[in-house]
């Protein structure tokens, strides 16, 4: 038989369901609480990564701005640079060529014409330029004119002298002869080009000279 419930009963069970009521609300209220505030945290979190990609975005630009600027600066100074080159290499010609009559005739070599910049083209682009180019009645010497003279430079002159009747076939019939001359001559530069058989004109003091010994003789093309 169901034993019937008193009203202490019936009070108790209202006491134990309000506050089961109050302890649902007040984990509610912290869960909403809780959620308040990671909307929060995501919020500042959203607002500093929009405010660092902001500032990643203007230190991109400024630094492609200093790029440009950079860029503009290293154009201007090769420019500079590549002026300068030219006319440092137009004086050390200036040098050399007047030179040239006076070294090649102490060689026994007679010198009828001393010419600069004597250049020529071929069909598919090819082209030849000589920096001094010495006549006489039978023979023709390239004088390659360098700041600096390298081994390199020896091995591109070597080519110029194999390929120069191709490109000048009016002298043909003389003999060529090649000659390097430089202001500073790297290492093994000055004795490469001797043993191919070309003269070597080196700085001595204030003026110029032949590196090669009284013995010496040039190889011809």
Known sequence: MTQEMTFDDVRKMFQEMVQEDRER?????????????????????????????????????????????????????????????????????GLVSPSCE????????????????????????????????????????????KSTLTVEDVREHLTRLAEFKDFFPEYADKRVIGAVAGIVIEENADRFAINKGLFVIEQAGNSLRMANDENFVPRTW
């Open 102 to 145: 006076t070294l090649f005739v102490e060689r026994g070599i007679p010198v009828h014409k001393v010419s600069r910049q004597i250049k020529a083209k071929m069909p598919g682009g090819r082209h030849m330029e000589i920096d001094v180019f010495v006549v006489n009645t039978d023979a023709v010497a390239l004088v390659e004119v």
């Open 25 to 93: 609300r007040r984990e509610l209220d912290r869960m909403f609480r809780e959620t308040e505030r990671m909307f929060m945290d995501t919020d500042r979190q959203i607002k500093e990564t929009d405010r660092q990609i902001k500032e990643t975005d203007r230190q991109f630009k400024e630094t492609d701005r200093q790029f440009k600027e950079t860029d503009l600066k290293i154009e201007k100074v090769s420019t500079q640079i590549g002026n300068l080159s030219g006319r440092w290499g137009k004086f050390v010609e």
